[in-house]
């Protein structure tokens, strides 16, 4: 089974960065799709960014141009590097990995607060 480990979440100032990371607890997986979604307090789970093999990404409208997903994929590691952070930023963010064989993981979930 495909656990995900997670990294990089924490506290920050408006204004400020932070790089979240992700990467199979074992690489004998082949992935297909990696995502990062979030969830804040009392609000659904959203898509914040995936990226699929040949480096094609999307972005959450709410994000575009301050957000980077991007993916090493001799690694199966995803990263995302969040820029001029807001106070609406703040949610639990959670990767998501779908291997070649449709299954889905997630990780067990980073706390990103941003204060204003």
């Known amino acids: 089974q495909l656990q995900l480990v997670e990294s990089g979440g924490g506290l920050v100032q408006a204004g400020g960065s932070l790089r979240l990371s992700c990467a199979p607890a074992e690489s004998r997986f082949s992935i297909n799709r990696m995502a990062w979604y979030r969830q804040a307090p009392g609000k659904q789970r959203e898509l914040v960014a995936s990226?699929?093999?040949?480096?094609?990404?999307n972005y959450a409208d709410s994000v575009k141009g301050r957000f980077t997903i991007s993916r090493d994929n001799a690694k199966n590691t995803v990263y995302l590097q969040m820029n001029s952070l807001k106070p609406e930023d703040t949610a639990v963010y959670y990767c998501?990995?779908?291997?070649?064989?449709?299954?889905?993981?997630w990780g067990q979930g980073t706390q990103v607060t941003v204060s204003s």
């Open positions: 990226i699929i093999p040949g480096s094609s990404t």
């Open positions: 998501n990995a779908i291997t070649s064989g449709n299954r889905s993981a």
